[in-house]
């Protein structure tokens, strides 16, 4: 992803905290004990097969980020090799070009949703499992993290909203992209078929259609701007949440929340 998600946060996107650890709790309470019991060697056997099916999921699923992005890249190549084939091409498709790529990133910000559920089932085996058995540590813990897990599939949710999932996009590939589709507009206005001598004929330029060219110069201010402000937001959301910026360490992981047992959001 461009970023660590550490998403080990099973809490639904809306925020609602799971009844998982209250249940199970209560649960354990019932029958007189406090502390869980330890996995059965069929049951960690049945776990490290659990464990294997989220990797595969997650890496189908980033497979499939993958194929949104890839398509936004040729998208805008099309679009530029047609608009700057010859001084007199129009530079049109690179503003429909703008328009597939936000359909593109629609699309990647739900297939991110749905990845950041895999993943994030996985990473929680990986930190209150793997880590602590690899350590010689117990995995049992008084909030037993097993409870939350459990009640993820029992009652699967987003773990992300949809706002921030396009804003994640935006950080790791779209605001690159679409920075690449302003900046090549701009130039094509620019430099074809003359280069610009006055900003009158700039603004005749920029005109579309019955569209004057000073209207499109302001939409495509606002246009590049909204992302800017999409990805800052999203990113001091990301900050807030877990306590630091996230960390670029691997293209295929996801964000660290050190300090939060809240893992997956």
Not at 40 to 47: D, Q
Request: with cysteine.
């Amino acid at each position: 992803m461009g970023e660590f998600d550490d998403d080990a946060d099973l809490t639904p996107a809306d925020g609602a905290q799971p009844a998982a650890t209250r249940n199970g709790a209560a649960a354990r309470a019932a029958v007189g004990g406090t502390d869980p019991a330890p996995f059965t060697s069929a049951e960690l056997g049945a776990l490290a097969h659990l464990y294997r099916g989220e990797v595969y999921r997650s890496t189908l699923w980033r497979t499939r980020l993958d194929a949104t992005t890839n398509w936004s890249v040729v998208t805008l190549g099309v679009a530029m090799s047609i608009s700057y084939s010859s001084p007199t091409a129009s530079p049109l498709p690179l503003l429909l070009a703008g328009m597939f790529i936000t359909l593109f990133l629609y699309l990647e910000g739900r297939r991110y949703r749905y990845f950041n559920v895999w993943r994030a089932r996985a990473r929680w085996l990986e930190r209150h499992f793997y880590a602590p058995l690899l350590r010689r540590e117990t995995y049992c813990a008084p909030d037993d993290w097993r409870d939350e897990l459990a009640e993820d599939y029992l009652r699967p949710d987003y773990h992300i909203s949809a706002v921030r999932a396009l804003g994640r996009r935006l950080r790791r590939n779209y605001i690159w992209i679409f920075s690449i589709q302003g900046l090549a507009y701009f130039g094509k206005i620019i430099i074809h078929p003359t280069p610009v001598p006055s900003a009158a004929t700039f603004f005749e330029r920029m005109a579309v259609g019955p569209a004057p060219g000073v209207v499109v110069f302001i939409l495509g201010l606002g246009f590049q701007a909204g992302w800017v402000i999409l990805t800052l937001s999203t990113w001091f959301s990301d900050r807030r949440r877990h306590g630091r910026p996230p960390p670029v360490v691997d293209e295929a992981a996801a964000e660290t929340e050190p300090d939060n047992k809240a893992y997956m959001a």
